[in-house]
């Protein structure tokens, strides 16, 4: 958050909006659920591994500063996230899903500091999110969302509560998707030395701790070398990707952290 500051002012910048990560080897407990390619493949049976390599890029910009003469800004990001199942040669090595999220919102940073935490970020803004395919394995939805961020000395946390746009049912390709993704996500960063440990919920108090998901992570130097940090990812639950949110997914990965999430 506090790297925002230092960067909004520049025109044409790019800056990191989501973690920026690479998996060399995420393994799912679970597998991976190939019912819905099959389908639309007409094959009898495809063999994803159970080892993938999946990595995240997300960036924003700011499209206005300072508005009404006050620290109002309006940003505008993209984030991608691919599963890649690139030990499968029998397949061919294909990518088994791709997500992508375009969103715009407006922030506020107050800078406002109570009980020894400094709120940092207030935002309003629209999210869509889609897998970009047709048929039966289309999926998307759109959100309208708010996010409240808060420091305090190395560590940090973002709440982030939102509201699904409706759709008509002949266009609702998964109807039940909040069933399974809630309606709000907590994040959580603390930073030791150059080792970060993150921590994400969602979903779990609203679905009595049946539909919840958390994820664990934890990024580390690497040779003293600036650039990138090891990465070490445990997630538990559902809505990992787009094609499998109803599907659950124990999963552990490894890899390389170029920029944490907050």
């Known amino acids: 958050m506090s790297a925002d500051d230092q960067n909004i002012l520049k025109p044409f910048t790019l800056m990191a909006h989501d973690s920026n990560y690479i998996l060399l080897a995420a393994y799912n407990f679970q597998g991976w659920n190939s019912e819905n390619h099959e389908q639309i493949s007409g094959l009898d049976s495809i063999d994803f591994q159970d080892t993938e390599v999946q990595f995240q890029v997300s960036i924003k ?22 599963f890649w ?24 940073r107050p800078e406002i500091e109570f009980l020894g935490l400094k709120h940092n970020a207030s935002a309003l803004g629209l ?30 946390f ?12 002949e266009n609702d390709d998964n109807p039940d998707i909040t069933d399974y993704l809630g309606h709000a996500e907590l994040h959580m960063a603390y930073k030791y030395d150059d080792h970060t440990f993150s921590f994400m919920t ?61």
């Open 158 to 169: 973002m709440l982030k509560p939102w509201l699904r746009i409706p759709e008509g049912d």
């Open 127 to 156: 999210s869509h999110q889609s897998n970009g395919q047709g048929g039966s394995l289309s999926r998307s939805w759109n959100r309208i969302y708010a996010a409240f961020g808060f420091e305090r000395g190395n560590f940090a």
């Open 202 to 262: 969602r979903n779990n108090l609203e679905s009595g701790f049946e539909r919840g998901t958390v994820t664990l992570g934890w990024s580390f130097p690497l040779f003293h070398y600036k650039f990138f940090k090891g990465y070490i990812q445990y997630f538990s639950g559902y809505g990992m990707s787009l094609i499998d949110y109803d599907q659950y997914v124990n999963q552990i990965g490894i890899g390389l952290s170029f920029t944490d999430a907050i």
């Open 61 to 82: 910009t700011p499209i206005a500063v300072n508005l009404f003469d006050e620290k109002i800004d309006i940003f505008g990001a993209y984030t991608v996230r691919s």
């Open 85 to 108: 199942q690139f030990y499968n040669d029998d397949i061919s090595s294909p990518f088994r899903e791709t997500n992508h999220e375009p969103e715009i919102w407006i922030q506020a």
